[in-house]
């Protein structure tokens, strides 16, 4: 396992790629399936990473709270090297519950995480709804525990989610995500990568 912090590829204020992804209901999505949503988190995540599952929890609550915002899930994970990223496995989290998210996507091609600047598992991205375009209003962590085991203090998102909400910018530093390295095929490996 090998622990990084995301960094920023898409500024502040960026359109969002667009993407055409399978969902775990059998349902395939692009952006504009969220276009009744103010906002669009997403989260690229994964089955097998701690740090990512230490974060499912957070991102079932957001699900539940905010009706406004669309929280999506987004696995790009090389399934071949990691079996438990595979789709059936996502599938199976969904179906006992242990998530809980609007939907949740693969990304086989690894295309998208590319596009997004995806570094590691969990890696959010909080985009508001402009008139049908999601632009980029934050990215960074879901809240301050950096470890798998640690309870945190402050639920930063939460907070972004509010901001949006109330139509207002979100001038928070960027705090980096924390979590496992994004799993790439060989000859995937992006070039912010390096």
């Known amino acids: 396992m090998v622990a990084l912090d995301s960094n920023d590829v898409l500024e502040q204020g960026d359109t969002a790629p667009s993407f055409t992804l399978p969902g775990t209901d059998g349902e395939t999505y692009s952006l504009s399936d969220f276009d009744e949503y103010e906002g669009l988190l997403l989260v690229f995540t994964c089955n097998h990473c701690p740090y990512a599952k230490a ?36 599938q199976e989290r969904v179906a006992e519950g242990t998530i809980a998210w609007d939907a949740y996507l693969r990304d086989e091609s690894q295309e998208v995480a590319a596009a997004y600047g995806a570094m590691c598992t969990p890696d959010p991205f909080l985009f508001a709804n402009d008139g049908g375009e999601f632009v980029l209003a934050y ?39 924390r979590g496992c390295s994004i799993k790439w095929k060989d000859g995937n490996e992006p070039a912010y990568w390096d």
């Not at 699900?63 to 996502?90: H, K, L, Q, S």
């Not at 640690?150 to 705090?175: C, K, V, Y």
């Open 55 to 90: 974060k499912f929890d957070e991102m079932n609550r957001l699900t539940a709270e905010y009706d406004d915002i669309a929280v999506v899930g987004i696995n790009p994970n090389d399934a071949e090297e990691y079996p438990d990223d595979d789709f059936e496995t996502m």
């Open 139 to 177: 990215h960074g962590r879901l809240d301050d525990a950096q470890d798998p085991d640690s309870e945190p203090d402050t639920r930063e998102m939460n907070e972004h989610i509010e901001t949006l909400l109330a139509g207002e910018e979100i001038t928070d530093e960027f705090q980096p995500s």
